[in-house]
């Protein structure tokens, strides 16, 4: 911060929730990205005293040293079942989630599908880099055909191990879901959408309107083997055709919600 | 106050309500669907939460989401579904996070079969799930002894931030006894000081039990095992039966205790000196008492419905003193009266030995008997 | 109207995504390392810069800050819409 003696109006800085410490993340990881995104439209929604967030098990598995909110850790996968819990008993309360590939898409997919099909009032932010990150960049759900990682080095191979799972169309069919859309960081521009579909998202828990979630296009520099510039790239140029953007589920109220 | 006719599965369901706890996440699985139908009508009545999740696995994380923010909660379920929320358990206990679980036990491994059995005492005393931690573990005979366990769990749970663990069985779910339903009590209001609530203006709180620094984890297991040292010197519950001047003993938990408890009184009025020792917490195990009776009494013997499980803990505490025998039924077979008469007497009669193992030789009548 | 833009080296990771975001190419990559190891981006052309946010909206770290010191309160309140 700048200590001045002339009044100083902020243009853009570090949200306070977002805590002033170095993260773990990789140089160029888009999961700091998210996280400030988060933080942002709680902030400006009020919601900071009242949210309560819950941790998976992936790269930001820590991600409750980076937030001044109060924060649970669930297992692997479970994010959405602790989520459900929590709302349940305390409806008033924010809620949401932040989940990756392997949490929210394999191991996972019972719970999401579970918790967005009885249309749980809570919020999931879904980081969507196409690998384990944490484990070291094994082939994920949303590992693209042919894309190489360490469990499938010679490229995936759709014959043997099946094809990507699309989970923002998968989760849009079910009814109970009442804002599901696919977002990306790759751009600022790319960004600042994100931040508004975060924010609607948000604002669709707290009208009590039922199920969101956000699906972030993200890179992983480390495990993709390409430097942060080069990995935004590729979620241009390879995820984009196969994630596209898009609102893939907006029910009726949402459309008409205004805030 | 009046006593009602009742299953014991609704009995639990009713008793958790009047215990305060009004929150209920549940899969549906034989002999315990019950519970989760009897709440489904009576949670809605009393403004409490009801949800049927999707698999035990994620009712296990509903339950600790709920129990992280410092609500009463409770699930129930069988020895399948136990074993799915065995990992759930786990990270309940090392968030130091109170629940109460009530799983009625069925005939195992595998799919099993749907009636009575008490295969489940190692996964439940033992830990279930994995890591150093251990669950408070109570065994009820009856109806009327489960509604009151069902009543205190949630106090101990929150006591001591550890789940509570009621270990009944297929024959306690599913039968209908008179039982003495108590008074509602007040429902606890308050956000405890360890619970997440959104930081309201305070300081945050995290629940976790990642510790990636071993010291700093070894710190927390330190913690959870004198807390168990805790619960080892204050809830040791167990019941003795015609133990003045018993020359033998039959020690038995739960159903198979109840069954052992009529053969006991009906070897009595053949003039055998046995009493029954019907241990109540399982975890903590009744060490002292058993210990005290291995220096007075003559020989033991152990009836459950495993391939025995208890067992172990008996010879552990007995430790050759005295021979230890043991009869079981599995698969959902419930022992008779009369069968575990057969056994006392042959107790009595042939001498028995502290060489070999017990399940040894019960196993080679057993195959005979089944020919 | 004086703008400021501060880039934490301290948390700067050397990602680069800064400098290839930003369109007036003010920034770079400095050839001193910072505590953690890493060489932080920092302003090479800062007269050029035009505190569009592009940087800060794209930093993963969160390390540019962007203020405006108001030497005119008037101004100010004239120019008063969305703070950022």
């Known amino acids: 911060m700048v200590v001045t003696d002339m009044p100083t109006r902020i243009v853009n800085q ?38 309560i967030g819950v941790a998976s098990v992936g790269c930001s598995v820590f991600a409750y040293n980076y937030f001044n909110l109060d924060f649970v850790e669930a297992a692997h996968g479970r994010a959405p079942a602790m989520a459900t819990g929590i709302k349940r008993v305390y409806p008033e309360r924010t809620v949401f989630t932040y989940q990756g590939d392997g949490d929210l898409a394999s191991i996972g997919m019972g719970e999401i599908v579970g918790a967005a099909s009885r249309g749980e009032e809570i919020t999931v932010i879904f980081i969507n880099n196409a690998n384990y990150g944490m484990t070291g960049g094994q082939m994920a759900p949303t590992t693209l055909p042919g894309q190489r990682t360490t469990s499938s080095p010679t490229g995936r191979d759709v014959e043997r191990q099946g094809y990507p799972i699309q989970t923002a169309e998968l989760l849009s069919t079910l009814e109970g879901a009442s804002y599901i859309v696919r977002r990306s960081m790759h751009s600022s521009r790319e960004i600042r959408r994100a931040k508004q579909a975060i924010r609607t998202a948000f604002e669709v828990q707290k009208h009590g309107m039922g199920f969101s979630l956000v699906e972030l296009l993200s890179t992983c520099p480390t495990n993709w083997g390409l430097t942060p510039v080069d990995a935004r790239k590729w979620v241009e140029e390879r995820m984009l055709p196969y994630y596209p953007l898009g609102d893939f589920k907006v029910a009726a109220a949402v459309a008409d919600l205004k805030f | 106050m009046a006593k009602v006719l009742m299953k014991g599965n609704e009995a639990i ?11 209920y996440f549940a899969y549906p699985i034989t002999p315990q669907t019950e519970v989760a139908e009897y709440l489904s009508r009576r949670l809605p009545e009393v403004g409490g939460v009801f949800l049927q999740g999707e698999s035990e696995v994620a009712v296990s994380y509903m339950l600790f989401g709920a129990s992280a923010c410092g609500a009463r909660v409770f699930t129930t379920s069988s020895s399948p579904g136990v074993s799915l929320m065995s990992e759930g358990l786990s990270y309940i206990t090392a968030a130091q996070c109170p629940a109460v679980i009530v799983n009625i036990m069925r005939g195992g491994p595998g799919l099993g079969g749907i009636l009575p059995s008490q295969g489940d005492y190692f996964q439940a005393t033992k830990g279930g799930g994995h890591g150093d931690y251990h669950l408070l573990v109570l065994a009820p005979a009856s109806v009327q002894e489960t509604v009151e366990m069902v009543m205190s769990a949630f106090i101990l749970a929150e006591k001591y931030r550890n789940p509570v663990m009621i270990l009944g069985d297929g024959l306690i779910g599913q039968m209908m006894e008179p039982a003495e339903l108590p008074p509602m009590q007040p429902l606890n209001t308050e956000i405890p000081e360890w619970a997440v609530r959104g930081t309201q203006g305070g300081e945050k709180r995290v629940l976790t039990s990642i510790n990636l620094d071993p010291p700093a984890q070894e710190v927390m297991n330190l913690r959870l095992m004198t807390r168990w040292q805790e619960i080892e010197k204050n809830e040791i519950r167990y019941k003795e039966y015609f133990m003045e001047d018993a020359e033998y003993v039959v020690v038995g938990f739960g159903t198979a205790g109840r069954v052992s408890l009529s053969a006991v009184r009906a070897a009595r009025e053949q003039g055998v000196k046995v009493g029954l020792l019907r241990p109540i917490s399982l975890a903590p195990f009744p060490n002292e008492v058993l210990d005290a009776l291995s220096e007075k009494v003559k020989a033991f013997l152990v009836v459950e419905m495993n391939a025995g499980q208890m067992l172990e803990d008996v010879r552990l505490v007995v430790r050759g003193r005295k021979p230890v025998e043991f009869f079981g039924r599995m698969g959902g077979v419930v022992p008779f009266p ?34 | 109207m004086g703008f400021k833009h501060m880039i934490d080296s301290d948390r700067c990771k050397g990602c680069g995504l800064c400098i290839m975001v930003c369109p ?42 962007i203020t405006e010191t108001i030497e005119d309160a008037a101004a100010e309140k004239i120019k008063r819409g969305s703070n950022g």
């Open chain 2, 338 to 371: 009369d069968e575990v008469l057969t056994e006392i007497k042959r107790l009595v009669e042939a001498p028995p030995t502290t060489q070999g193992h017990p399940r040894d030789r019960w196993l080679a009548r057993l195959a005979e008997t089944l020919g």
């Open chain 3, 24 to 65: 007036k190419n003010v920034l770079e990559i400095s050839t001193e390392v910072n505590a953690k190891g890493y060489f932080p981006a920092y302003q090479a052309q800062p007269e050029d810069c035009i505190f569009c946010t592009a940087c800060c909206i794209m930093c993963p770290d969160v390390a540019i800050t």
């Open chain 1, 14 to 51: 570090r949200p306070k929730t977002f805590e002033p410490i170095t993260t773990h993340y990789c140089p160029g990881c888009t999961h700091g990205v998210a996280h400030r995104l988060v933080a942002e439209v709680l902030e400006e929604m009020g919601e900071i005293e009242n949210t």
């Open chain 2, 13 to 23: 369901g009713e008793a958790a309500i009047r215990a305060g706890c009004l929150n």
